[in-house]
């Protein structure tokens, strides 16, 4: 009965590689998003997905690709994978989100990525 | 831009301890204020909220107010328990660069509490 879900949970590659991380929620959720968690904890959002459409996009490398199938699904691709995207990628959904409105959103557990 | 302020951590307490933890904000709007918290190893939950000034947000035992006049959200809990114990982050509701309403998190304070 897991709301947000993210695959895989640990992910350890190699500099200039290619790689994929899977998120799914079961809520019935519209809005769907990325995050980024530093060795410091600093969270800070990269994309936002409403209904399928990209909605958010913060500054981040073009080396980041969201990809959304359908709304219960949002995967974030990374290519060329570098020493700085190490970190903790977090997924979230949440009912729709517009410009003056706000819901309360919905975490999955991480996945932990590192770039050796 | 708008951004989130918080005390840095660790907070460490004796079980039973009263806790705060500072919170201040920069907005140009009326933002919604939120306090999340993250247990070790998995993903952020939200703790509490409030959409406007003067709102008191409660859950827990934890509350925080929202104070417009000196742009804080203080989080607060009389009786702390070593369940307690996770990195809490306070955050705020900002327009984003295509004008949908995205959160901005503080850099989260990590509370320690001891038995």
């Known amino acids: 009965d897991t709301a947000v879900s993210q695959t895989p949970k640990y992910l350890v590659t190699q500099m200039g590689n290619d790689k994929s991380i899977k998120c799914e929620q079961n809520?019935?959720?519209?809005?769907m998003y990325w995050y980024k968690q530093d060795s410091k904890k600093f969270l800070k959002i990269m994309f936002s997905y409403n209904n399928k459409e990209l909605i958010i996009n913060e500054t981040v490398p073009n080396r980041f690709s969201p990809k959304s199938p359908d709304k219960a699904h949002l995967n974030l691709h990374i290519n060329s994978l570098e020493l700085g995207d190490s970190a903790v990628y977090f997924c979230?959904?949440?009912?729709?989100?517009?410009?003056?409105?706000?819901?309360?959103?919905?975490f999955g557990p991480g996945t932990r990525l590192t770039v050796l | 831009g708008d951004s989130v302020t918080q005390m840095e951590g660790p907070v460490t307490l004796s079980e039973e301890a009263f806790l705060t933890i500072n919170c201040t904000y920069t907005?140009?709007?009326?933002?919604?204020l939120f306090w999340y918290v993250q247990y070790p190893g998995e993903g952020l939950q939200l703790l509490l909220k409030?959409?406007?000034?003067?709102d008191k947000g409660s859950n827990k035992g934890f509350e925080a107010t929202y104070r417009k006049e000196t742009t804080s959200f203080h989080l607060e809990k009389g009786s702390v328990q070593v369940s307690d114990s996770a990195v809490y982050f306070c955050?705020?509701?900002?327009?984003?660069?295509?004008?949908?309403?995205?959160?901005?998190f503080g850099t989260g304070t990590r509370l320690l509490v001891s038995p």
């Open positions: 809520l019935g959720h519209d809005t």
């Open positions: 979230a959904s949440s009912h729709p989100t517009g410009t003056d409105s706000y819901n309360e959103q919905f």
């Open positions: 955050a705020l509701t900002s327009p984003g660069n295509t004008g949908f309403q995205k959160l901005v």
């Open positions: 409030a959409t406007k000034a003067d």
């Open positions: 907005a140009t709007g009326y933002p919604s």
